[in-house]
């Protein structure tokens, strides 16, 4: 697993994908966080955590649509599935390298909090569990493009289904307001990645939120693996 893991890591940065995402994202990072901290002048970076969730949309999609579908096109999915690894380890290698990069790129963009300290006193709990909120959303979004991947053999496909999907995911519970059945609602809000990391930009840890957010990156991982499971024996 450990070798699936160092050689996807190693792609990133031997083809121009690994470079692209981070200038991308750190570019819409900084430009996100000077209009809705610099330019309000306020200290409270929920904002741009909220705004940088719809960013994501756009920008986990550059690292997981090639993780399978560039496999099954070059024709070395094979290689993968008969080498000495799991399925779990397979998926959950190319999983990790996927957000290993998120991780470690959204950990660089922090440097954009410095200045905002100047702005007046900063909420380090808040700021904090925007963080934290912000990663668990990138957990779940980078199996839901791990998926996607791994039902195509093209990168186009596998980019705008991950888009799509995860803008389902994200805008679910804002069509409560359209909708007179309660039932429905309730399943809506439920589904809503949006709604779930509110208590984290207060400052608190939400065990239920990160419940979830683990849940909802276990399942899309399971059915990562069933879809191999389905191929090697079909």
Not at 88 to 101: E, H, P, Q, S
Not at 226 to 231: A, I, L
Request: aromatic share 18%; glycine share 6%.
């Amino acid at each position: 697993m450990f070798a699936i893991y160092k050689r996807e890591m190693r792609s990133y940065f031997t083809t121009p994908i690994g470079y692209i995402f981070s200038a991308v994202f750190l570019a819409i990072s900084g430009f996100v966080l000077s209009i809705s901290t610099f330019h309000s002048g306020t200290t409270d970076v929920s904002g741009y955590t909220q705004l940088m969730v719809f960013g994501y949309i756009l920008l986990l999609p550059l690292l997981t649509m090639r993780c399978f579908s560039e496999e099954r096109r070059m024709k070395t999915e094979q290689v993968l599935m008969t080498s000495p690894v799991s399925l779990f380890g397979m998926v959950f290698a190319k999983f990790l390298a996927a957000y290993t990069m998120f991780a470690g790129t959204t950990l660089v963009s922090c440097v954009y909090f410095i200045p905002v300290a100047r702005l007046g006193s900063v909420n380090y709990p808040k700021t904090f569990g925007c963080l934290i909120a912000m990663l668990l959303v990138g957990l779940c979004f980078s199996a839901v493009g791990i998926f996607i991947s791994s039902l195509t053999d093209s990168q186009m496909t596998a980019a705008i289904g991950t888009v799509l999907v995860l803008l389902a995911f994200v805008c679910a519970s804002m069509f409560n307001g359209l909708i007179d059945a309660q039932w429905i609602r309730t399943i809506l809000s439920w589904i809503s990645v949006y709604s779930r990391f509110t208590y984290f930009t207060y400052g608190i840890f939400d065990t239920a939120g990160a419940l979830y957010y683990l849940s909802i990156t276990g399942v899309f991982l399971f059915l990562s693996v069933r879809v191999f499971e389905r191929r090697r024996w079909a």
